[in-house]
């Protein structure tokens, strides 16, 4: 059966593009372009896996949508994702367990994400 | 109230004793930066003992007498020097020659009392000091403010550039490897996606440029009577062709001129800003009104447009850098985000202000107020660039 994914971000190109490259690759998506939209979707597709944007309206709405899928399902593992420099700022890619486990996400992918890399992550994260 | 700790550093006791005793309920209040200084006063009666002190919690101000039994004055300084403490040094001494001056000024030492000295010669002493110190951190304070707003900005602005871009090499990617197989249609929607980020990003650049013209303040500012009837038909005349494709009608309410003394380059972005985004933000045959009415002091600029309104909530943050609202209405749109931050900060300069009305459904109203003749300096220089 086909794996589900359920992707959040404020930016509907990056929803489509992504949602059309992971359909093409055999995923099954549904795609939310706000927190509140997420975690509808949430309930409704239920999905093996989120992929969660950052920054969206707010600053930290990836934290919080994060934060309440691990409060309702906490076995669907959480990528986030964001576009912010890790130069100039969160360096994602280095953050510690401790880090990790406060944020409650599983997985970090700097954007733009390549689709072999985030198709990667998905398979490290969900089983079978 | 803030705390300075000081150190006195003498050798004779009487010293030590008359300089905590003048300074224990002395406070200084330093104007500029609007705080009141009290004194925490510890001593030492050797260079020696005072740089023990030193290296447990180093002191704000240290009184240090140059000819003591061991160590110098001027030793004491170079070693302080050495251990790379910023603290801010008075020496005290006898031997008040000019050469003595000069070497501990050389060495870092702020001021020189000779002595002996009245408690009131001290205390006018340690004012200067305080003032200094307070002033000092405050301008520290202020830069490390101004940094990180920069950092902020430049973060914020990383993200406003890669994803545009990113959104734009994943269609080319998906168009490329023809992910979609035959469905030409579905590629052309791309395609116009494609056109819409990249030319927000376009647009983007536009507005820092602009952004940066006027916060950089090293351009000078042409100040000099202009007439905001000529730039607002400029502004109207700019969107008309894209109006007239949507059947927008833009209406500008003035007869006579409204002359105020300003740069007429930013006073046309103002208007360019405002029209363009009553526009932009307008629906299909809907109406722009642009109400110009000034008195002796004040110019309103007011631009209306029947769009899609926004909610308390947008309101509130919408002169902020890269604010954009986002909504199925807006999707579509290219913006940078910078355009009405832009715009506060022209009116800033002007003495003025935002504001805007609305209501969800119906449109808004912007509004901005300019003073006429606002006094005509660089942005950056004399008091107005920091109201």
């Not at chain 2, 020696?48 to 180093?58: G, R, V």
Request: aromatic share 4%.
């Amino acid at each position: 059966m086909a794996k589900r994914i359920l992707l959040v971000d404020d930016d509907v190109d990056y929803l489509a593009t992504l949602q059309v490259q992971l359909e093409a690759s055999g995923y099954e998506v549904t795609s939310a372009d706000s927190v509140d939209k997420g975690l509808e979707a949430l309930e409704q597709c239920q999905p093996d896996i989120a992929v969660v944007d950052l920054m969206m309206q707010e600053q930290d709405d990836g934290f919080r949508l994060c934060y309440h899928i691990k409060k309702k399902t906490p076995t669907v593992p959480v990528i986030m994702v964001t576009a912010v420099m890790s130069e100039t700022g969160f360096d994602f890619g280095a953050a510690t367990e401790e880090e990790r486990r406060w944020i409650k996400a599983d997985g970090f992918l700097a954007k733009p994400v390549r689709l072999e890399q985030l198709i990667r992550e998905v398979e490290r994260l969900v089983e079978g | 109230m803030d705390t300075l700790r000081v150190l006195v550093v003498d050798d004779e006791l009487g010293i030590r004793h008359s300089v905590s005793r003048a300074l224990r309920d002395f406070t200084v209040v330093v104007p500029d930066v609007d705080v009141e200084v009290g004194f925490a006063v510890d001593s030492a009666a050797s260079g020696e003992e005072a740089l023990e002190k030193i290296d447990e919690q180093a002191p704000d101000v240290l009184l240090l007498d140059h000819q003591m039994g061991g160590m110098t004055g001027i030793e004491v300084i170079e070693q302080i020097a050495a251990r790379e403490l910023s603290i801010l040094t008075v020496m005290i001494t006898a031997f008040a020659t000019i050469s003595t001056a000069v070497r501990a000024t050389k060495s870092g030492a702020f001021d020189f009392v000779p002595k002996p000295f009245t408690p009131a010669e001290l205390k006018e002493t340690v004012r200067k000091a305080a003032a200094h110190l307070m002033t000092q951190r405050r301008a520290r304070q202020m830069a490390e403010e101004k940094r990180r707003v920069r950092f902020e900005f430049i973060r914020v602005l990383g993200h406003e550039l890669k994803a545009p871009l990113g959104a734009v090499e994943s269609y080319l990617t998906i168009i490329k490897n023809r992910t979609l197989g035959n469905e030409l249609d579905a590629y052309d929607q791309m395609i116009d996606r494609c056109l819409i980020r990249t030319e927000g990003m376009g647009k983007l650049i536009l507005d820092l440029l602009d952004m940066t013209r006027i916060e950089s303040g090293q351009k000078v500012r042409e100040v000099r009577e202009i007439n905001v009837l000529t730039l607002a038909r400029s502004a109207v005349e700019n969107v008309a062709p894209v109006a007239a494709d949507r059947g927008i009608e833009v209406i500008l309410h003035c007869e006579e001129d409204v002359l105020m003394l300003g740069d007429e380059g930013e006073i046309q972005i103002v208007l360019n800003n405002l029209v363009s985004n009553a526009v932009k933000y307008n629906r299909d045959g809907g109406r722009v009104d642009v109400r110009l009415n000034c008195d002796t002091e004040i110019v309103d600029i007011a631009v209306s447009d029947t769009g899609f309104g926004l909610s308390s909530e947008d309101r509130s943050r919408l002169f902020n850098d890269f604010v954009r609202i986002k909504s199925e209405n807006t999707r579509d749109i290219a913006g940078s985000g910078l355009g009405l931050s832009i715009v506060k900060k022209i009116s800033d300069l002007y003495e003025g202000s935002c504001s805007v009305t609305s209501e969800l459904g119906v449109g808004s109203t912007f509004s901005v107020s300019l003073n006429r003749g606002v006094s005509l300096e660089n942005p950056n220089n004399g008091s107005r660039g920091d109201k």
